[in-house]
């Protein structure tokens, strides 16, 4: 799988080069994100714009990330095509996540706890 990332002042953001992230991608796609946002500001963007397609697999891993950025820091998600919002609203990890209809909007958007 590959991820670039760059950094801001306020976030770091991760960029997924891939249209799938599937069962056969899911393993790859936490080792990276882990490389990936290891260190760096409280608030990781995850760009999707590129991803056209997500499964259950796709999906566990992203929260995977989440987790695995402990409770200091924040992954909101840019960029997502309509079938990968869609998946993300059935299973209501929309309230999980906050969902960001571009990078450009995610950037400038100081991202609000969805729990509040």
């Given at each position: 799988?590959?991820?670039?990332?760059?950094?801001?002042?306020?976030?770091?953001?991760?960029?997924?080069?891939?249209?799938?992230?599937?069962?056969?991608?899911?393993?790859?796609?936490?080792?990276?994100?882990?490389?990936?946002?290891?260190?760096?500001?409280?608030?990781?963007?995850?760009?999707?714009?590129?991803?056209?397609?997500?499964?259950?697999?796709?999906?566990?891993?992203?929260?995977?990330?989440?987790?695995?950025?402990?409770?200091?820091?924040k992954?909101?998600?840019?960029?997502?095509?309509?079938?990968?919002?869609?998946?993300?609203?059935?299973?209501?990890?929309?309230?999980?996540?906050n969902?960001?209809?571009?990078?450009?909007?995610?950037?400038?958007?100081?991202?609000?706890d969805?729990?509040?």
């Amino acid at each position: 799988m590959s991820l670039t990332s760059t950094a801001t002042d306020t976030a770091k953001i991760i960029t997924v080069n891939a249209a799938r992230i599937d069962a056969v991608m899911a393993i790859q796609f936490k080792d990276d994100m882990r490389e990936q946002a290891g260190d760096g500001p409280a608030r990781v963007i995850l760009d999707l714009s590129a991803v056209e397609f997500i499964d259950s697999s796709g999906l566990g891993a992203i929260v995977a990330a989440m987790k695995q950025l402990g409770s200091e820091r924040k992954l909101d998600l840019a960029g997502l095509t309509p079938s990968v919002e869609k998946v993300f609203r059935l299973t209501r990890m929309d309230t999980v996540f906050n969902l960001f209809g571009s990078l450009d909007d995610a950037i400038s958007t100081e991202a609000a706890d969805p729990s509040e």
